[in-house]
């Protein structure tokens, strides 16, 4: 069983450090861009600024053009109307979505690494630790496939099949 | 098994919110692309995610997200330059910027969120 102990540990983990500090600064960055595009700038926001109750939550969420979500046309597009008018044209379609996979990348890399350092400073138990740290990795990696494959597929109309596996 | 004692100092403080900050961050980074994948699967599910999202639970949510976000991405740009240029000296100044800019950035950000909640 591999020891994780300070100066036993057959792998340096520098560039992991190191990693986190670059990856910390980008998301500054992704996460500026990401909210301004989805939350504040009127003709590209998906996300509007309204309450709903949970009473009217079913008619709002059902899409009708009346929904209360509290955009600017006053709700004549639907949340998903919105993100399509984004992804219309196939060359902001493609930025955005590489822009998207490289936030989930960064995204999961660096929280899933501080997610180790964190179990590395409580767990003890080496076989413990390494069955957590694997497990974060997974979770990881299973968050990544389904984010960048629903990020690619999104607005394709590629039919139910080409979802059907999603969870 | 020795344990490791803390000790509640300013720097302490500062870590501890570093660290609940980013636990909290994954956790809903977990939620975002597990609900996101909505989007793919078409526009009844996405709609209705979204318009989940606007619950007032949610808004009061928006607002804790935004606060644990704007703290860590600010004292996290403060290790960066303790640790990268060396600016140790001036780290003590630093987190009271970073820490003054998060509540700015939560001020002014999470107006909108609880407006919404309350008229």
Same mark, same amino acid.
């Given at each position: 069983?591999? +020891?994780?102990?300070?100066?036993?540990?057959?792998?340096?983990?520098?560039?992991? %450090?190191?990693?986190?500090?670059?990856?910390?600064?980008?998301?500054?960055?992704?996460?500026?861009?990401?909210?301004?595009?989805?939350?504040?700038?009127?003709?590209?926001?998906?996300?509007?600024?309204?309450?709903?109750?949970?009473?009217?939550?079913?008619?709002?969420?059902?899409?009708?053009?009346?929904?209360?979500?509290?955009?600017?046309?006053?709700?004549?597009?639907?949340?998903?109307?919105?993100?399509?008018?984004?992804?219309?044209?196939?060359?902001?379609?493609?930025? %955005?979505?590489?822009?998207?996979?490289?936030?989930?990348?960064?995204?999961?890399?660096?929280?899933?690494?501080?997610?180790? +350092?964190?179990?590395?400073?409580?767990?003890?138990?080496?076989?413990?630790? /390494?069955?957590?740290?694997? /497990?974060?990795?997974?979770?990881?990696?299973?968050?990544?496939?389904?984010?960048?494959?629903?990020?690619?597929?999104?607005?394709?109309?590629?039919?139910?099949?080409?979802?059907?596996?999603?969870? | 098994?020795?344990?490791?004692?803390?000790?509640?100092? *300013?720097?302490?403080?500062?870590?501890?919110?570093?660290?609940?900050?980013?636990?909290?961050?994954?956790?809903?980074?977990?939620?975002?692309?597990? &609900?996101?994948?909505?989007?793919?699967?078409? *526009?009844?599910?996405?709609?209705?995610?979204? #318009?989940?999202?606007?619950?007032?639970?949610?808004?009061?949510?928006?607002?804790?997200?935004?606060?644990?976000? #704007?703290?860590?991405?600010?004292?996290?740009?403060?290790?960066?330059?303790?640790?990268?240029? &060396?600016?140790?000296?001036?780290?003590?100044?630093?987190?009271?910027?970073?820490?003054?800019? #998060?509540?700015?950035?939560?001020?002014?950000? &999470?107006?909108?969120?609880?407006?919404?909640?309350?008229?």
């Amino acid at each position: 069983m591999k +020891n994780y102990q300070y100066g036993q540990s057959s792998k340096s983990n520098a560039f992991n %450090w190191f990693f986190h500090r670059i990856s910390g600064t980008l998301l500054i960055f992704f996460l500026v861009t990401h909210f301004w595009v989805q939350h504040y700038n009127s003709s590209t926001q998906s996300v509007g600024h309204k309450a709903v109750n949970s009473s009217e939550l079913e008619k709002v969420s059902q899409g009708t053009k009346e929904n209360t979500l509290g955009y600017p046309e006053g709700g004549k597009l639907t949340p998903y109307d919105r993100v399509m008018q984004r992804l219309k044209s196939p060359d902001y379609a493609i930025l %955005w979505k590489a822009f998207n996979i490289l936030f989930l990348v960064f995204a999961l890399h660096h929280g899933f690494y501080g997610l180790t +350092n964190i179990i590395s400073d409580y767990v003890k138990n080496g076989t413990a630790r /390494a069955i957590a740290v694997t /497990a974060c990795w997974l979770l990881a990696g299973t968050l990544f496939v389904v984010g960048a494959y629903s990020t690619i597929v999104a607005g394709l109309d590629l039919g139910s099949k080409a979802t059907a596996w999603l969870p | 098994m020795e344990r490791v004692k803390y000790k509640l100092s *300013p720097h302490m403080i500062a870590w501890l919110f570093h660290r609940l900050s980013g636990i909290a961050i994954v956790l809903y980074l977990i939620l975002h692309v597990w &609900g996101l994948k909505a989007l793919a699967q078409g *526009p009844e599910q996405f709609n209705h995610l979204i #318009a989940k999202y606007h619950l007032p639970a949610f808004k009061i949510g928006e607002i804790l997200l935004l606060a644990a976000c #704007a703290y860590h991405a600010f004292n996290g740009f403060r290790i960066v330059l303790v640790d990268l240029l &060396g600016w140790s000296n001036k780290q003590k100044k630093m987190w009271f910027v970073a820490a003054g800019l #998060a509540l700015l950035i939560v001020i002014v950000g &999470g107006y909108p969120s609880l407006m919404a909640v309350l008229g």
